[in-house]
């Protein structure tokens, strides 16, 4: 079996699935937009001050021989954003916005599969909103679509985001992923029409698809893995000192922020809280006030957002729709025991009260209650950072790959 695995950026799980599938022996070829090896000159250039960025597109050198690159329209995204060129990367009809560069890329795939074909191509794994044009071409080829969706079902997201928007209407503003137009939307379910396996990444993910309207392919559950485990973490034994929380991810109230800060603003001095992330949107009032209140970073690099988690007690990630939540299984890796919803992976990561705590989605008073029920107890949180800890030793990324790999040779087995 030959497959190609696109992804115009590469996420820690695309990077995952592509070194297993070229360990398997089954990459025919990885394509992505910008590709740093050690050695290369790109390689050489992360060394820069300003080109630093490009480390955030380093990949393992076993897939140097196998990867593509086509990277004008991601370039033209990243300096758009650099200097401040807005109407370059406005949603959707931006010449260089995320719908263009993955439209763009996605005609590329489509463009290569015939001639791939020629020396053995199988198979195309392709991710939501980059598959359509090249699922399209391989369905002519008579070659197997299989299709990662890395967030719950679109349909699921507004029946539930459009309840926040009732609930919390001052923070609605933030919820930005109900912009998406008819049109946006039609070609994810065409996506999912021409797939002929779905894997997804957590139980939550899966059960959004009972809103997808058509028939379904095989869907499969495989969890992310967690990166390495931290060797040296120290807790803290003063039951007196307040509560150090720390909140990681875009300023959404996806991401249950307005509950969040609800519950700490109740609960009042006998906790501190951090965040970490990026405004979704410039124009917040509830926002800036609820972050004038509290320790704001609006960006980090990646290990030092590793190290920040050491220091602190407890990771809160309250969203309401989140296909993963890959800030869970980092947090857990640096010791740092997680309170999150069950509507994430934490249900299929973490035993309640065991290597951390799942809450009930879009309860501030829930989330309220999980945190009061921590306060002046280092030892219960220290017991749970260490499971967690076990937790991650037991899922390596490696693992995750191993087991993406062989459930795609599987289905081509099972296929015949």
């Known amino acids: 079996m030959k497959i190609i695995v696109s992804h115009p950026s590469g996420n820690a799980n695309v990077r995952a699935a592509a070194v297993a599938c070229a360990q398997a022996g089954i990459l025919s070829k990885f394509y992505t937009s910008i590709a740093v090896f050690k050695g290369t000159v790109l390689d050489k250039l992360s060394g820069f001050g300003p080109l630093a960025e490009l480390n955030r597109r380093r990949f ?11 990277p004008l329209r991601e370039l033209g995204r990243l300096l758009s954003i650099k200097f401040g060129f ?10 260089f916005s995320v719908d263009a560069v993955w439209n763009n890329f996605d005609k590329r795939v489509a463009g290569v599969l015939k001639q791939e074909q020629k020396a053995g191509l199988n198979a195309v794994y392709a991710y939501e909103d980059g598959a359509l044009n090249s699922f399209a071409v391989a369905k002519e080829l008579n070659l197997i679509c299989i299709y990662d969706l890395p967030i719950g079902y679109w349909k699921a997201a507004k029946i539930l985001l459009t309840a926040e928007q009732e609930r919390w209407p001052e923070w609605a503003p933030t919820l930005t992923g109900l ?15 021409l797939a002929d396996q779905i894997f997804v990444a957590s139980s939550f993910t899966a059960k959004t698809l009972n809103e997808y309207e058509g028939k379904l392919c095989p869907v499969t559950v495989i969890p992310y893995g967690f990166p390495p485990v931290v060797s040296d973490r120290k807790y803290n034994d003063d039951a007196k000192k307040p509560l150090k929380l720390l909140f990681v991810g875009g300023l959404s109230q996806r991401k249950g922020i307005a509950d969040l800060f609800a519950a700490v603003d109740h609960i009042g001095e006998r906790v501190a809280l951090t965040v970490v992330g990026k405004k979704t949107i410039g124009d917040c009032p509830a926002l800036e006030e609820a972050l004038g209140r509290h320790k704001w970073i609006p960006s980090l690099p990646h290990h030092e957002v590793l190290s920040l988690m050491q220091e602190h007690d407890i990771l809160v990630f309250p969203s309401l729709f989140e296909g993963f939540g890959l800030v869970i299984t980092e ?15 934490g249900p299929d990561l973490i ?11 879009g309860s501030t008073a829930a989330l ?22 076990e937790t991650a030793r037991l899922r390596p990324w490696e693992k995750y790959g191993q087991e993406l790999s062989d459930a795609i040779v599987k289905f081509k087995t099972d296929q015949g």
């Open 368 to 389: 309220q209650q999980a945190i009061e029920n921590l306060i002046g107890k280092p030892e219960v949180i220290a017991a749970a950072g260490r499971a967690a800890m």
């Open 331 to 345: 947090a857990m890796s640096q010791g740092t025991p997680v309170i999150t919803t069950d509507r994430t992976a």
């Open 86 to 95: 807005k109407q370059l990367i406005k949603h959707e009809v931006g010449v």
């Open 179 to 193: 912009r998406n137009s008819d049109e946006k939307l039609k070609r994810k379910d065409e996506e999912l029409r």
């Open 351 to 361: 035993t309640d009260g065991e290597n951390g705590w799942i809450i009930e989605a």
């Open 60 to 70: 393992d050198t076993t897939l140097h021989q196998s990867t593509g690159v086509w």
